[in-house]
């Protein structure tokens, strides 16, 4: 009897639940994965609540080892790499006990491909014995150090542009040792081809997709806001700077003056993990912080507007397709846009100022915006699929081999 190939399957954290970006691609391609190889599984969570997911996913593979990551400890490895001329993120996902785990797992198993997730997973596997092996940068994490010194202090600005500088370099090397690198969309492996033209033929992009079932603006949720609110809402994990950054640039900037005409508007910040600075902005009337819920989708629902205002970041922003999804007015800033094909003003609104963001969210909230948003959903079914076609030619077909003697 023939048996599937061994694929080692490396990920910077848990794949579920799928409830924050980078989970939510990572799962979606791990049961793709499933199914058609004996999967083993190695990665790390950092949220002591995903415990209780360890026995899915090890039912899911062949084996597993999936070990809890230390916040502060991490932070504190990675300075390490000051001194090895190495990039902080890479100390930051360093453990030798993975590292063990997945020496034994080549040496027993031998699998014959790797799909790693995550660049800084990609030095586990590079001297490893492995014919195939696959990275998923999903973005180019680089870029995002370069804007974060942009907004920081003398120190800070100094340290993270030495990330920007090291990460760029470590994830050049990579794609030129493996076989080939996906990104997440076309404007993230134009940024990367732009800086290293010379690789340009091993990048691929592979777009994130959007359950059209779950994210179905036809269900009924219960409304968690109060009875004639207006409601704008953001979506996002509140621990990451990006978010964290987004909803005080629009709380300094946007909500003051609509508020001062709207007294029954009210900004609803809805996430886990809210940092000192975001549980700060609930002691402002009208500002609510959620902290972490069960179901995102009841505030989207009932949301008035949904807004993304990002000021730093890259990729693709999962929490816009899913209000687009769900056939909700979105009003996001150029660079919360970036990665989908989206029509200003037909399907999302697009503001750069703060007067802009003021005007796009006062014209939603005083006009029936129906239309604007069954487009874009509409945009969603046809551009955001799931598809993996692009994972399967990478790895190339799924090959039945004889199993090996005892």
Known sequence: MCELE??????????????KGDKIRSWHVLRHLVGRYKVHL?????????AKYLPLLRSLCETACIIPLDPLSAKIKSLRGLLRGEPLTVGYFYSRRLNRWIDDTVRHYQPSKAFVYCSAMATYVRGAKIPL?????????????????????LLRRSLYKREHRELFAFERQIVAEF?????????????????????????????????MEYFSPNAEYPNPFGVGTETAVFTGAMDYWPNVQAVCWFMANVFPK??????????????RNPTKAVLQLANRNGVKVTGSVDDVRPYVAHASVVVAPLQIGCGVQNKVLEAMAMAKPVVVS?????????????????????????????????????????????????????????????????????????
């Not at 080939?180 to 091993?202: G, H, I, K, N, W």
């Not at 609509?258 to 996430?271: A, D, Q, S």
């Open 6 to 19: 061994h694929l080692l399957f490396l990920s910077h954290r848990i794949p579920y639940p799928p409830n």
């Open 42 to 50: 190695g990665c790390f969570y950092d949220d002591p609540t995903d």
């Open 133 to 153: 092996r696959v990275v998923d940068m999903i973005d180019l994490d680089s870029e995002k150090w370069r804007q974060y010194a942009e907004t920081q202090t």
């Open 179 to 211: 076989d080939s690198a996906m990104f997440v969309s076309d404007s993230e492996t134009q940024r990367f081809v732009t800086r290293a033209p010379d690789l340009a033929t091993r990048v691929h992009t592979m777009g994130n997709g959007v359950d």
């Open 258 to 271: 609509l508020k001062k005409n709207r007294p029954n508007f009210e900004f609803w910040i809805v996430g």
């Open 334 to 406: 150029p660079l919360a846009c970036e990665g989908i094909r989206v029509a200003d003003g037909r399907e999302v609104l697009v503001a750069s100022e703060p007067g802009q963001f003021v005007d796009c969210i006062d014209h939603i909230l005083s006009s029936a915006s129906h239309e604007m948003g069954m487009r874009a959903r509409l945009r969603i079914e046809h551009d955001f699929r799931w598809d993996f076609s692009i994972v399967d030619r990478l790895l190339g077909r799924p090959i039945r081999t004889q199993p090996r003697a005892a």
